[in-house]
């Protein structure tokens, strides 16, 4: 993975130092509360509802085991001992003070973290496929790529007072797990074959996506752009929007609104214009850059060893053939395996770990992951390269830290924003709402019945929660003084991207998981055999028959 | 009276009792400028808000334009001189009142503006107004 190199150490060093000033001129008075603002949140610090957060990035998802050790030593000394890993592969301390934050920034400096434009109205950290390297449906790894746009996003002076925030995501993969159609701008590595008969590497470019109060999926701006066209035209992108982009309200701010109000043609052309004066600005000399960086994530060298343990504790031991059955996804060489830790214990904040835990995975990761871990969208943790003889032993490590539960993919592996529980902007709780939903279907013992099934929950319109692209999506509102939580349903954040449908009027917290329940029993009733999906039932049936599970058969409806 | 800020800190403007040849907002269409600017000798851009970043793009733009002359930011902060200069502002004015809360050390402080220059080390060109 990628080492930090001395030019990029220097460069946190010296943002550090600046943010320490900027604390302290804002304690004098040098700086006003609202200058302080936009300076804070591009260095990462939120005030939530009861204090400060600190919103730490992890590029791509990509860490290791040293840097979750870091992460690990930073909730003891500076938070309450855990961290929440988050939808967009960050992990966020909710309880900083202030006056700490210099220090706790300078103490994942060392470890080659920062928190460097993790919030504010400017380019957001860069995520990425979170098998990326490992996954058996790769064109190519989007981590070199990305890594290249952490280092040109950094500090652009043109886009760090955007109108709005600007979030770009990679994948390198058909089956989409970045959810780049979800993004101000989604890119896929793509491969053509060129006229002199060459494979050749570019992207497809989409742009103008978003969830939030107006989920719209991203459109093909460029079917093709070349490799080493990438940075100018992300460049004249942004300067576009900079230009274009609605100031007079921040909820018609987003490129997706610029795009639906000028048209993908205008915005096309646009680009396209600043495009043909950037780009001779751009020697190619990234291009360079980008090979330095590309070897930095090179396969580690796998091992070759039996894959007997594994099929033995497979056919012996029941909780290990579970947790193997949902937790494991195949990997490129087929004698290892990507484990996903859940970080969805039944009953537990999604996303959430303790300092125990993380220095248990970081642990781990050394000792069979080749030092390396992610964070997956989806608020869980991946090893991305274990061998298949391993498994037992991490599997009986993991089980001695609560992190054994086998619920990827299920019911209980949910997505939650920290809503009212944290969140300044929430309407409503989202973590409660999960907890209970986690818990009922375990008590059930359904969830590996039920099978594949996506519930994602947001506490407020902004979406944070991703519940449009929700199998099941959850939205907490707060409607005369009381949380409701309006039902979505069809939502697909693979790839055939789909924003979920609402069902109706929403539910009151103590009707939702009713509801939910309803909605399992019925579809599993309706399903026509159990190896059709929740989803694929939904798509098959459409909404009708879901709307009467949750609100009686229509014609009731209309008599009352 | 204003205080111009340059790498070198605080100084009395140079243009001192000249109004600039144009003097345009941060909300301005730079595109409708073309064809206007050859010949000045400077343009004064004023941000509507510290917070409207539209300046820096317009700056870029007006230099993809051809301006050659002396460009001048009006309301920004000492922490976004940096930003300012790479954009291809050469200088900032600013008034006595903004002189007194951010003194010169603070604007000094972030005049190493060609340090830790991302996009110039990924572009492999010293020339920041391009």
């Known amino acids: ?560 | 009276m204003n205080v111009i800020v340059t790498d070198t800190g605080f100084g009395d403007d140079p243009f001192a009792g000249k109004a600039p040849d144009l003097d345009i907002m941060s909300d301005i269409d730079p595109g409708t400028l073309a064809g206007q600017l050859a010949g000045l000798a400077m343009i004064r851009l004023t941000f509507t808000g510290f917070a409207d970043g539209r300046g820096f793009s317009i700056a870029r733009r007006l230099r993809q334009l051809g301006f050659t002359g002396q460009l001048r930011a009006k309301g920004i902060l000492a922490d976004q001189y940096t930003m300012a200069r790479r954009a291809g502002f050469d200088e900032v004015e600013i008034d006595e009142a903004m002189a007194m809360r951010q003194p010169q050390d603070q604007w000094l402080a972030r005049a190493d503006w060609q340090a830790h220059d991302y996009q110039n080390r990924l572009k492999g060109t010293l020339d920041h107004a391009a």
């Not at chain 1, 959850?474 to 055939?496: P, W």
């Open chain 1, 1 to 560: 993975m990628y080492n930090h190199t001395d030019f990029d150490t220097a460069f946190i060093t010296a943002r550090n130092t600046q943010f320490r000033a900027q604390v302290e001129r804002r304690i004098t008075g040098a700086l006003t509360e609202d200058e302080f603002k936009p300076l804070r949140l591009m260095n990462g610090l939120y005030l939530q509802l009861h204090a400060y957060m600190l919103r730490v990035a992890i590029p791509y998802g990509t860490l290791n085991g040293a840097q979750m050790h870091a992460l690990a030593d930073i909730s003891e000394r500076w938070d309450k001992g855990y961290g929440h890993f988050t939808t967009r592969q960050n992990i966020q301390f909710n309880w900083p003070k202030l006056r700490d934050v210099p220090d706790i920034l300078d103490a994942l400096a060392r470890v080659g973290l920062h928190a460097v434009q993790t919030s504010g109205n400017t380019i957001r950290n860069v995520t990425a496929d979170h098998f990326a390297g490992a996954a058996t449906d790769e064109v190519a790894d989007p981590r070199p790529v990305a890594e290249l746009i952490r280092q040109w996003s950094t500090d652009h002076p043109e886009f760090q007072f955007l109108g709005r925030k600007f979030k770009i995501a990679v994948t390198g993969s058909v089956n989409d797990r970045a959810v780049i159609r979800a993004h101000d701008i989604g890119l896929r590595i793509v491969e053509r074959i060129d006229q002199e008969g060459y494979k050749e590497q570019g992207f497809e470019v989409i742009i103008g996506g978003g969830l939030g109060r107006t989920p719209i999926l991203g459109k093909v701006i460029n079917d093709f752009l070349p490799r080493a066209h990438l940075l100018p035209y992300l460049e004249a992108t942004l300067s576009v929007f900079n230009l274009l982009g609605r100031r007079d309200n921040k909820y018609k701010a987003r490129i997706k609104i610029t795009v639906m109000e000028h048209g993908l043609e205008y915005i096309r052309s646009q680009i396209n214009q600043q495009f043909d004066h950037i780009r001779p600005g751009f020697s190619g000399i990234d291009q360079a850059l980008l090979t330095e960086i590309a070897q930095d994530f090179a396969l580690p060298p796998l091992r070759q060893a039996t894959q007997q343990p594994y099929h033995t504790a497979y056919d012996a031991d029941p909780l290990f053939r579970s947790w193997a059955d949902t937790n494991l996804t195949p990997h490129r060489h087929n004698d290892h395996a990507i484990v996903t830790i859940s970080l969805k214990a039944h009953g537990a904040t999604p996303g959430d770990a303790t300092a125990a835990q993380m220095r248990r995975m970081g642990d781990l990761a050394q000792r069979y992951g080749h030092n390396e871990l992610r964070i997956s969208h989806e608020q869980n943790v991946i090893l991305p390269h274990v061998h298949k003889s391993d498994l037992p032993a991490l599997h009986a490590a993991l089980q001695k830290a609560d992190l054994a539960t086998a619920n990827i993919g299920l019911i209980s592996d949910i997505i939650a924003c920290p809503g009212m529980d944290y969140c300044a902007l929430a309407t409503a709780r989202s973590i409660p709402v999960a907890q209970a939903i986690a818990i009922r279907f375990d008590e059930l013992k359904l969830e590996h019945d039920i099978g594949p099934l996506k519930v994602k929950i947001s506490g407020c319109i902004n979406a944070c929660g991703h519940h449009h692209l929700a199998h099941i999506g959850i939205l907490g509102l707060e409607r005369a003084g009381r949380e409701t939580y309006q039902i979505t349903l069809g939502g697909d954040a693979g790839a055939n991207t789909a924003i979920g449908a609402r069902t109706g009027p929403g539910f009151g917290a103590d009707d939702i998981l009713p509801a939910i329940e309803r909605l399992i029993t019925g579809y599993l009733a309706l399903r026509q055999s159990p190896q059709e999906t929740f989803l694929q039932t939904c798509n098959r049936l459409g909404m009708a028959p879901f709307k009467t599970m949750l609100y009686g058969a229509p014609n009731q409806e209309k008599a009352a």
